[in-house]
């Protein structure tokens, strides 16, 4: 007999392992079950004119699902399926809420949705040609030129989408659902890819639409999110089995709340343990041995040069690695796996290094597992199994093909993949791409154990600073115009590395009551007080 909860297990209920006290009222009944043994989706979000509405939570929760019912794509069942569940019954149970007078229009049928998916590899290959064509055909609202210079993407107006990077379609994918004439805008993920700077502008694009219609934000960086998004609904649940999405809520409150692990009206915790942030920039670890030496090096392209300070890697530490997009940090990784040779120089081969690239494809058949094995030795070892198998969520993917992983299961193989070869020194380039918070979260564990354990030195490069905050001991940067030129410097202590990057970005962060770092609205009074004192992360 399956439980009247999830409607999925037979006799331990999945809500047990939520530790629910207390059952939201609207879980009496769901809005859509995609059939009597599948996935069951509580809750929607709501769609506020004037308004961007964040949702956070997990992949696979039913956001997606969310938002094909109220594009009026999916036509919710209310978790029946002896008979056909009219409109009347669907509004009846939304009457006296919100979303009554939105899903009235739904039934009607006159909702019309435009939506940025999540995963954005398939655009080249279903559309042929180039850039501007793309972009063209979609400038249903006249605002093309006004992206592409905000976003930069004048100059690849001419390029064929087949030869686009991650970055660069990430802003073709989100121009092109921003410039739909729509009634409402779901945006699913606009950061991966992104430098912080692109963040920020895609951030303001998408408030000023906002102003027009109703967006839906789902984002897993919460920095971003927090400062774009006034309300958010927090979705929790078991992802594949069944989610619930929250009424919404302030999104400081509601981000604070995700942290913590507890979300408080609903009374649930959703996390064992709460994601807390360091106020004041801890201090690294000079007990550490030195690993190696990073050689003063310069490398030119042909309109590109990377020139590097030096400087002093430890074993057992994280560097985190911060920069414009084509700054040079692919480059620095390159000269230091030696994959690329410094000018005038040799190729450097002091130390050996795994590397982990920014975008990661898989065509090949292989298993996970096959992959795995290939990596490492100790794939048998309980240490294997607890320190990597299992906190990165591969055990369920470990007979699948490479070729079939959606983004973030990719991502995660990547990650396992570069921390399971033999090395002096891991450089991990974007590791959250794809990822959601928790995954986020976990993956800063296991790469921070990893250099531990391993008494290597590991390189992180990644745009999501609260990523960043967590992860690195300390801090190179990289200074420079992006496309002509790149300096690397540092490593920097955390406080001074951050004050560096933060100020040449010009962007600051105040702290919450909770102590979590948010942006400063640009030109706020604390902006204008942490510029003058010169304290753009660590402040409070
Ligand atoms: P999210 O957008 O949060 O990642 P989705 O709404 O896409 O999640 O999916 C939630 C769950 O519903 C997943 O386990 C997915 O496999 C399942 N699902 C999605 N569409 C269908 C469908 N048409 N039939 C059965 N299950 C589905
Ligand atoms: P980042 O990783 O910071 O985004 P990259 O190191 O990938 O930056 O690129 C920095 C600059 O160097 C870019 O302008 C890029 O076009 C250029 N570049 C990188 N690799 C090559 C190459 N093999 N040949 C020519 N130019 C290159
Ligand atoms: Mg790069």
Redesign the pocket.
């Known amino acids: 007999e399956l439980c009247v909860g999830c409607g999925i297990c037979v006799k331990k209920c999945p809500f047990e392992a939520l530790d629910i006290i207390q059952l939201p009222e609207e879980l009496d009944a769901p809005i859509h079950r ?2 009597p043994n ?2 069951v989706l509580y809750g929607l979000p709501q769609p506020v004119a004037g308004k961007v509405t964040g949702v956070l939570g997990p ?7 969310a938002v094909k019912i109220l594009s009026g794509q999916v036509k919710p069942n209310l978790g029946i399926f002896e008979r056909e569940v009219t409109w009347d019954e669907i509004l009846k149970f939304y009457s006296g809420t919100e979303l009554l007078s939105y899903l009235q229009q739904v039934a009607k049928k006159t909702i019309r949705a435009s939506i940025k998916p999540q995963y954005i590899d398939f655009i080249p290959k279903v559309f042929k040609g180039t850039v501007g064509e793309l972009l063209r055909s979609n400038d249903e609202r006249k605002m093309l030129d006004y992206y592409a210079k905000e976003l930069t993407l004048d100059t690849i107006l001419d390029k064929d989408l087949a030869t686009l990077s991650g970055g660069e379609l990430q802003r073709v994918a989100l121009t092109v659902a921003l410039s739909k004439e729509a009634d409402f805008y779901f945006l699913d993920e606009v950061t991966p890819f992104l430098d912080i700077y692109q963040r920020m502008i895609a951030a303001k694009l998408i408030r000023e639409l906002a102003d027009e219609h109703p967006v839906i934000l789902v984002e897993h960086d919460i920095a971003i999110l927090d400062m774009v998004a006034e309300t958010v609904h927090i979705a929790y649940g078991k ?2 089995a069944f ?1 619930i999405i929250t009424r919404p809520k302030g999104v400081r409150i509601g981000v604070n709340q995700y942290l913590e692990g507890f979300v408080a009206e609903e009374n649930v915790r959703i996390r064992d343990y709460p994601v807390v942030f360091e106020t004041r920039g801890h201090e690294s670890d000079v007990e550490r041995e030195i690993l190696m030496q990073i050689p003063e090096m310069t490398k030119s392209f042909p309109g590109f040069t990377l020139k590097v300070a030096g400087g002093e890697v430890r074993r057992g530490e994280v560097l985190g690695i911060v920069g414009a997009n084509g700054i040079g940090k692919s480059t620095f990784a390159k000269l230091l796996a030696g994959v690329e040779i410094p000018d005038g120089g040799k190729r450097f081969d002091t130390v050996t290094v795994s590397y982990k690239p920014q975008y990661v494809t898989a065509a090949t058949s292989d298993t996970v597992e096959f992959l795995l094995r290939q990596a490492t030795k100790r794939f048998d070892s309980s240490y294997y199994q607890h320190e990597i198998l299992e906190p990165l969520g591969l055990m369920p993917l470990l007979q699948s093909e490479a070729k079939n992983l959606s983004g973030g299961e990719l991502q995660r193989v990547a990650i396992a993949l570069c921390l399971s070869r033999d090395a002096d020194l891991y450089i991990l380039d974007e590791p959250s791409a794809h990822l959601d918070v928790e995954q986020r979260l976990v993956t800063t564990k296991v790469i921070k154990r990893a250099a531990e354990d391993k008494g290597a030195g590991i390189m992180v490069i990644d745009h999501d600073m609260y990523t960043i905050d967590m992860i690195s001991e300390r801090l190179l940067v990289f200074d420079g115009a992006p496309g002509a030129n790149g300096l690397a410097t540092g490593p920097f202590e955390m406080k001074d590395g951050m004050n560096k990057f933060l100020g040449l970005l010009g962007i600051t962060f105040r702290r919450d009551k909770t102590g979590r770092p948010r942006i400063n609205k640009p030109d706020s009074y604390l902006d204008r007080e942490q510029k003058a004192a010169g304290e753009y992360y660590y402040y409070n």
């Not at 992949?59 to 699902?65: A, D, M, R, V, Y």
Request: aromatic share 14%.
């Open positions: 995609y059939g599948s996935f992949n696979g929760i039913g956001k997606s699902t992802p594949a989610g």
